[in-house]
């Protein structure tokens, strides 16, 4: 769609009586702020969701299977969180809660960020357990404060118009963070690469271990080179992680920006 083109769909979205998309809802601070606020904050999870069994599969040996058992316990956390959600979220602020998972989701990322290289199976879990406490308070409560105020009868044009951006900035996030990923991952390859030389003794050393293991010179040399490329994303995917943490921490104003759901009430339903 070209600039004018979007320009004349907007003018039409604007005008219509009963537009195709509602774009009036913006003019409500809370579904305006509620919705950038949830959108951005699943783009990073999602980026990170994507990051994680790219990089286990694709460098460290993991299977499809064991990939997926890493991220299964997040799901199982957050299903077990979410009854303990909506029965305290009528009764206090879901800014706070949005605050709380926000906060926790950090936590998570910052515990990502620090990874070791021979990080064990429950290494890699722990960090998604926490993170599956951030989703079971994420979703509802940046929800209910989108559709604050908004009439019953706005609510499904809301709810449909917040997913599909949700949906979208996942799908942006997919491609930013392998994107990222993967330059981050050439530039610490570079700086690596710069310190192999023969007159560095742990090279020399790594070499002669090859060598004595009956790998020829050309061999060698390229096991090393792929140990350096593995420690290229390993280093690539600590700052994502550690950029992902900061950033859902700059998310936090943004709820409190947005007016507080009148009595506290879970705006999901209309009510």
């Known amino acids: 769609m070209t600039g004018l083109g979007l320009?004349?769909?907007?003018?039409?979205?604007?005008?219509?009586?009963?537009?195709?998309?509602?774009?009036?809802?913006?003019?409500?601070?809370?579904?305006?702020?509620?919705?950038?606020?949830?959108?951005?904050?699943?783009?990073?999870?999602?980026?990170?969701?994507?990051?994680?069994?790219l990089w286990q599969q694709t460098e460290l040996g993991y299977t499809a299977t064991w990939a997926g058992l890493v991220a299964a316990p997040s799901g199982v956390t957050a299903v077990l969180v979410a009854p303990f959600v909506g029965r305290f979220m009528g009764k206090y602020d879901p800014r706070a809660f949005a605050t709380v998972s926000f906060v926790i989701f950090a936590v998570s990322y910052f515990m990502r960020a620090a990874y070791p290289p021979?990080?064990?199976?429950?290494?890699?879990?722990?960090?998604?357990?926490?993170?599956?406490?951030?989703?079971?308070?994420?979703?509802?409560?940046?929800?209910?404060?989108?559709?604050?105020g908004l009439p019953p009868e706005r609510v499904p044009a809301a709810s449909g118009l917040n997913n599909f951006l949700r949906i979208t900035g996942g799908s942006f996030a997919t491609s930013l963070a392998t994107t990222f990923w993967d330059r981050r991952e050439a530039l610490?390859?570079?700086?690596?690469?710069?310190?192999?030389?023969?007159?560095?003794?742990?090279?020399?050393?790594?070499?002669?271990?090859?060598h004595a293991h009956g790998f020829g010179g050309s061999?060698?040399?390229?096991?090393?080179?792929?140990?350096?490329?593995?420690?290229?994303?390993?280093?690539?995917?600590?700052?994502?992680?550690y950029f992902s943490g900061w950033l859902v921490l700059l998310l936090i104003p943004l709820c409190w920006l947005a007016r507080r759901p009148a009595g506290g009430t879970v705006a999901v339903g209309g009510e």
């Not at 061999?219 to 992680?241: E, P, T």
């Open 7 to 53: 320009a004349a769909w907007i003018i039409w979205e604007l005008t219509e009586e009963h537009p195709i998309v509602d774009l009036t809802l913006f003019k409500s601070r809370s579904f305006s702020l509620g919705t950038l606020a949830l959108c951005l904050g699943y783009a990073v999870f999602f980026g990170n969701v994507v990051l994680m069994p």
């Open 219 to 241: 061999s060698a040399a390229a096991m090393v080179l792929r140990q350096v490329i593995a420690q290229g994303y390993l280093l690539s995917s600590l700052d994502i992680f």
């Open 118 to 148: 021979d990080a064990s199976f429950w290494v890699f879990v722990l960090p998604l357990l926490v993170q599956g406490v951030a989703m079971g308070m994420f979703f509802v409560a940046l929800l209910t404060i989108s559709l604050d």
């Open 188 to 210: 610490h390859q570079s700086r690596l690469v710069e310190s192999l030389s023969a007159y560095d003794p742990g090279y020399s050393s790594a070499l002669a271990q090859l």
